[in-house]
T-cell receptor, first 117, second 112 residues
Framework: ETGVTQSPTHLIKTRGQQVTLRCSSQ?????VSWYQQALGQGPQFIFQ???????GRGNFPPRFSGLQFPNYSSELNVNALELDDSALYLC????????????????FGPGTRLTVL | AQSVTQLGSHVSVSEGALVLLRCNYS??????LFWYVQYPNQGLQLLLK??????LVKGINGFEAEFKKSETSFHLTKPSAHMSDAAEYFC??????????FGKGTTLSVSS
């Protein structure tokens, strides 16, 4: 069984640029959640996708957007990068049984380290 | 709104000593609760979870946690620390639906 994978591992961008991060979910999972982890902090929820639709969003501006594909993989896009966007971006996949409001156990990938200069 | 508080940003123990990492949650209804571990430059690994039923939950690597509703706590313990336990530990809660709400984390150091 393949776990959650993310690409790229590291990324360096300059302020104002756009970035796309990718996540492949664990086999059998239908839900992907994205988190931002700033240095020395706990992860903060960005948004979740359930069966290709956004299913909840944290306190992040609209320049953070996402997609989920029919194979349940996902992308996180960030436009107009700011210095404070420098962080570890974590993707978690899960199997949400019982509909979009069902609880689930989330399994995390290794993360993408984004540095904005 | 849900919140998670981890008491002590840094805990130091000797190898073989008891490990106790504290977590308190704030929620109008008992949430699902989780402990994750993060090794340097890696993602989060699930240690254990509480959903319903038995309040003492056993996880991987000899860790366990007890859900105490009256104290709104979910403290993580391990009877005997090993050098390989040195890492960052995160407590998280989840209500109905989506997001995990994480605490700020506790760094565990283990000395020989």
């Amino acid at each position: 069984e393949t776990g959650v994978t993310q690409s790229p591992t590291h990324l360096i961008k300059t302020r104002g640029q756009q970035v796309t991060l990718r996540c492949s979910s664990q086999s059998g999972h239908n839900t992907v959640s994205w988190y931002q982890q700033a240095l020395g902090q706990g992860p903060q929820f960005i948004f979740q996708y359930y069966r290709e639709e956004e299913n909840g969003r944290g306190n992040f501006p609209p320049r953070f957007s996402g997609l989920q594909f029919p194979n349940y993989s996902s992308e996180l896009n960030v436009n107009a990068l700011e210095l404070d966007d420098s962080a570890l971006y974590l993707c978690a996949s899960s199997l949400k049984a019982g509909g979009r409001l069902g609880t689930d156990t989330q399994y995390f990938g290794p993360g993408t380290r984004l540095t904005v200069l | 709104a849900q919140s998670v508080t981890q008491l002590g940003s840094h805990v130091s123990v000797s190898e073989g000593a008891l490990v106790l990492l504290r977590c308190n949650y704030s929620s109008s209804v008992p949430p699902y609760l989780f402990w994750y571990v993060q090794y340097p430059n890696q993602g989060l690994q699930l240690l254990l979870k509480y959903t319903t039923g038995a309040t003492l939950v056993k996880g991987i690597n000899g860790f366990e946690a007890e859900f105490k509703k009256s104290e709104t706590s979910f403290h993580l313990t391990k009877p005997s620390a090993h050098m390989s336990d040195a890492a960052e530990y995160f407590c998280a809660s989840q209500g109905a639906g989506t997001a995990l709400i994480f605490g700020k984390g506790t760094t565990l150091s283990v000395s020989s």
